[in-house]
């Protein structure tokens, strides 16, 4: 166990009231520790201190389960089940619900399945409504990360709609991210222009066409211009004249 899960595991579960029974499993597992010679001396005063000790230690040697059904007397709820079976029905339980067991300590699902205080082991409505809730958490934080990964490509949230991001959910990180990569590479693509169609290839096996003849107007003759006054005079006067 690490030394941050042993530290937040004697914070919580040390106290004068367990100071006796830890008494016991310390002696049985380390009997010729040197602190010892202290818990020979103590006394309610130092009770809290001392047992906070002997948990620090015994957890380098001893399951932390162990150390909570000693101070039970391995007694068994009504039901007949002790603290280790019932951890193995919680673990049933998280597997059931979708979750993985390694993403919770030996401390995590002891905290699961008994009392805060007086160590009494849930019932199996209690502990379900527990697992419930860790799954809603779950998963509102995965959303919660999709959508910021989401604005991370350049996307609009809106757009994506509540199913769609359910069915993110269910894919790894890198997944996601080539997935929303791909959607705004294909957004940014400018539109295609319509494809303009071909002109039609004549067969050639069919007759050539031959262009159509034009025919060119005959030029217009100048119209014949009106004869002066002057030169009808001229014509009658050749007319009168004797011969």
């Known amino acids: ?3 941050t899960e042993k530290n937040d595991f004697t914070v919580r579960h040390q106290g004068a009231q367990h100071f ?3 008494l016991e499993t310390f002696k049985k597992h380390f009997p010729h520790h040197a602190l010892n010679t202290q818990l020979a001396k103590a006394n309610q005063f130092s009770f809290a201190r001392l047992d906070s000790q002997m948990l620090f230690i015994l957890l380098d040697k ?3 389960s162990d150390i909570l059904n000693a101070r039970l007397d391995l007694k068994k709820c009504a039901d007949d089940i002790t603290l280790g079976a019932k951890i193995a029905e919680i673990k049933d339980l998280i597997i059931e619900s979708g979750l993985n067991t390694d993403d919770f ?3 995590q699902l002891i905290q ?3 009392g805060p205080e007086d160590g009494r082991l849930k019932t199996d ?3 379900q409504y527990i697992i419930d809730n860790i799954v809603k958490n ?3 934080q995965r959303f919660e990360e999709l959508k910021s990964m989401i604005v991370a490509a350049g996307l609009n949230i809106a757009d994506f709609s509540e199913e769609e991001i359910k069915q993110m959910a269910s894919g790894s990180d890198e997944d996601v ?3 929303l990569d791909t959607i705004a590479q294909n957004l940014a693509k400018p539109e295609k222009s319509e494809a303009k169609t071909p002109p039609v290839q004549p067969d050639p096996l069919d007759p050539p066409v031959l262009p159509k003849q034009v025919k060119t107007p005959a030029p217009k003759q100048p119209a014949k211009a009106a004869p002066k006054a002057d030169d009808k005079k001229k014509g009658s006067n050749k007319k009168s004249s004797p011969k």
């Open 20 to 22: 006796h029974k830890d």
């Open 105 to 107: 300590t030996e401390d």
């Open 62 to 64: 001893v399951p932390a």
């Open 125 to 127: 409505e209690e502990i």
């Open 112 to 114: 699961i399945a008994t």
């Open 1 to 3: 166990m690490k030394f």
């Open 177 to 179: 991210r080539d997935l």
């Open 138 to 140: 779950k998963v509102d």
